[in-house]
RNA sequence: GGCGACGUGGCCGAGUGGCUGAGGCAACGGCCUGCAAAGCCGUGUACCCGGGUUCGAUUCCCGGCGUCGCCUCCA
């Protein structure tokens, strides 16, 4: 069984399951306001990962993701731009999912929109103020954190130490909040701004509302695994705990975060800063897979580089593993190494090795080589675990280009004049072929042709 | 000011108290090839600095330096 990192206990630990087979999941989604970043990409690929890994384990995964459309930068962004904000989060919500299929990453199993359960946010928050855990302001309603058992748990920092830091910064809503970590529940809207109506005054739901109401609707009590960045677990997390806490319910039964993608200089890539990149170019510009392959070589909970040598290095890898996928294509099916799947899943289950795990498909790849090259026979084994290993990452192989009829007819014309031990011709078309971009593999089988 | 992470070969990036300098990329030599490509085989004086614990530390402890993150919207 998989055992993970959990943020809670800090500490490596069985992911204990609820219901036996099943496993319930909630991530938090995105913002939509703008363009997804390399960022939200980090965070979707590692948990498509683990999501895929669960599953070839026989589980029966359940993944909610929700998907935040009601905001502040949302509304910043229809009041500058001076237009519906619906529009906004339509339209943004159809580019993340564009990102999504780019990336190759599955849809989650349920994606709860904030929008459809103000409703249930509402009686949330009138059940806190009934309990006397929030308390009402001109701003809004707040959650009195000093009065939630174990605030600060994900924080790693105790509510007196967060009172006596902060550096220079300011506290957002000081003049409202009893405590600086209180946070908004219930935020009253302005004129001009959307708004719900509730028993204390129209306005909206505050951020880390959603998300808790979101996953203990659609999850239950005492669901699995909660995930998301680094980022996420405080004050987001921390805060949604709390008002489950706060409920007398039972959340999360461990949490899970990914590190952080940084630049260059090892700065964190973040919206708030000018280094962001945006997803859709990298999909644009290079293989949409070697965003993954990348991250499959560094543990999820470090900080990873997004450099183009980096992102060079995977596409190349990724070649590799193409020319192996177009090798093997016609090699007879067999049933897969069973001690190679042994060692795929030691290594997953020790938390999430991907590392481990690629270097182990890398080198699966290099023995199946071998003895294809040798004509052994533990060939098609080999063949098959590294297969189910791709797959099972994530990485689709072999998925060349269809190669269009004038390329294809200089390969057939390639093959001809080495029959015909014409070498110049031979070499002349070769050397067009690979200057429109294709890498060009004559074998004693035929002439082949990638990209 | 509080809390935390990290510092490994040309680059990226795992990992371990001695059996690993994993794996990828790059480079070099060889095999294969008409020549290439792909593939295979082989090649690399590393673990920020200073103490300590130990038979033995890159790995554990203490101190220092450096980088980064969280404490505020953020994956």
């Given at each position: ?133 929030a308390y009402d302001t001109e701003d809004g309603i707040y ?29 957002v809503g000081a003049e409202f909040k009893r405590?600086?970590?209180d946070?908004v529940l219930w935020k009253y809207s302005k ?7 509730s028993?204390w005054g129209d306005g ?248």
């Amino acid at each position: 069984m998989l055992r993970l990192y959990d943020t809670a206990t800090r500490e490596v630990r069985e992911l204990a399951l609820r219901e036996p087979g099943k496993v319930s999941i909630y991530l938090c989604g995105p913002t939509v306001y703008g363009p997804p970043h390399l960022g939200h990409g980090r965070a979707t690929l590692e948990y498509d990962i683990l999501r895929r890994y669960l599953e070839w384990t026989g589980l029966e995964v359940r993944l909610v993701s929700n998907i935040t459309d009601i905001e502040d930068k949302i509304i910043e962004r229809a009041q500058r731009e001076d237009r519906p904000w619906q529009d906004i989060t339509t339209k943004c919500e159809r580019v993340w999912f564009q990102a999504m299929d780019g990336i190759n990453v599955e849809r989650p199993t349920d994606i709860p929109h904030a929008t459809d359960y103000v409703e249930e946010m509402v009686e949330m928050i009138g059940q806190l103020k009934d309990l006397g855990r929030a308390y009402d302001t001109e701003d809004g309603i707040y959650l009195s954190v000093e009065t939630v058992e174990g605030y600060g748990l994900l924080a790693q920092q105790s509510l007196d130490d967060m009172r006596a830091g902060g550096g220079d910064r300011s506290v957002v809503g000081a003049e409202f909040k009893r405590h600086p970590a209180d946070f908004v529940l219930w935020k009253y809207s302005k004129p001009d701004e959307p708004a719900w109506p509730s028993p204390w005054g129209d306005g909206r739901p505050g951020w880390h509302s959603e998300c808790v109401v979101m996953s203990l609707d659609l999850l239950g009590e005492g669901f699995d695994l909660h995930c998301g960045g680094q980022d996420l677990r405080f004050p987001h997390h921390e805060n949604e705990r709390a008002q489950a806490v706060a409920l007398g319910k039972r959340f999360a039964n461990h949490w899970m975060h990914n590190g952080f993608v940084v630049d260059a200089e090892g700065e964190k890539m973040s919206k708030s800063l000018g280094n962001v990149s945006n997803l859709l170019d990298l999909i644009d510009l290079y293989d949409p897979r070697a965003y993954r392959m990348v991250l499959l070589q560094s543990h999820y909970r470090s900080p990873v580089k997004i450099t183009q040598d980096n992102i060079d290095a995977a596409v190349k890898a990724l070649a590799g593993l193409d020319a192996f996928a177009a090798r093997t294509a016609s090699v007879a099916t067999a049933a897969p190494a069973a001690d190679v799947l042994d060692a795929f899943r030691t290594a997953m289950d020790d938390d999430l090795d991907t590392p481990r795990a690629t270097a182990l498909l890398f080198d699966t790849v290099r023995q199946a080589n071998a003895a294809l090259d040798a004509g052994d026979d533990r060939a098609g084994g080999l063949v098959a675990a590294a297969n189910e290993i791709a797959t099972t990452l994530g990485l689709e192989l072999g998925a060349a280009d269809d190669v269009p009829d004038d390329a294809a007819a200089k390969a057939a014309a390639l093959d001809a004049a080495r029959r015909a031990k014409d070498y110049a011709t031979a070499d002349a078309l070769r050397a067009e072929l690979q200057a429109d971009g294709w890498t060009v593999e004559t074998t004693a089988a035929g002439t082949t042709l990638r990209r």
